[in-house]
C-alpha cells in the first residue's frame, strides 16, 4: 500500500466565514493586530498575510493555523505586554510576529490578503485618513522571488493583460 502524505490547501475565504481585523494597539513599545472569523465556518488559514500597508512589512500565516468561529488571533510585534495585562476572555490564540516595531506611531493601515493575494479586510488607525489619491483603492499582493508587494487591484490587472 503506497504511504499517504498530507498536502496543505491554500484558499480564499470559504463562504461563511467572515474573516475581519478587530483591532490594531500600537501602544508605544506594545503592539499587536487582532483578527476575528465573525462567521459560522472554519477558515484555514495557510497562504495568508497580515500587511503593513505604510511599512512595507509582512507576516505569512502558519500552514497550520486554522481560525474557527468567534477565535481571536493576536499577532504581536514589538515588545509583549506584562503578563497581568494578558488576562482575556475568549477563544484567543497569540502569535509573535517580531520583536521589533512594525506599526508605524502615527499612522498606518493593516490590511490583510487570502491565499490568492485578493484584500479580504482593512483597519486604519487613528483613524481613516486618505493618505494620497491610491489610499483607498483596493490591494492586492503579489509574491515573488523577492518577497511580497502590495499594488492597486486595477495595477495588477493592466499588468496581466500587458503581460500576453
Not at 500600537?26 to 462567521?39: F, K
Not at 490564540?93 to 520583536?99: C, D, M, N, V
Not at 521589533?100 to 485578493?118: E, K, M, P, R, Y
Request: a positive charge.
Amino acid at each position: 500500500m503506497p504511504e499517504r502524505t498530507s498536502q496543505v490547501v491554500r484558499m480564499g475565504q470559504l463562504k461563511g466565514a467572515k474573516i475581519k481585523i478587530k483591532e490594531v494597539k500600537n501602544d508605544g513599545l506594545h503592539e499587536y493586530v487582532a483578527i476575528v472569523n465573525r462567521g459560522t465556518v472554519t477558515q484555514p488559514m495557510s497562504g495568508w498575510v497580515l500587511a503593513s500597508l505604510r511599512g512595507q512589512a509582512f507576516y505569512p500565516f502558519a500552514d497550520d493555523l486554522i481560525l474557527e468561529p468567534e477565535m481571536i488571533v493576536k499577532i504581536q510585534s514589538g515588545q509583549l505586554e506584562p503578563k497581568a495585562a494578558q488576562a482575556e476572555q475568549g477563544a484567543l490564540k497569540k502569535l509573535l510576529w517580531t520583536i521589533g516595531q512594525v506599526w508605524n506611531n502615527h499612522s498606518d493601515t493593516a490590511i490583510l490578503f487570502d491565499a490568492n493575494g485578493v484584500e479580504v479586510d482593512r483597519l486604519s488607525y487613528p483613524y481613516e485618513r486618505v493618505m494620497g489619491s491610491s489610499a483607498n483603492r483596493r490591494k492586492i499582493l503579489i509574491a515573488g522571488d523577492g518577497g511580497f508587494e502590495i499594488v492597486n487591484d486595477s495595477m495588477s490587472r493592466s499588468k496581466k493583460v500587458t503581460r500576453k
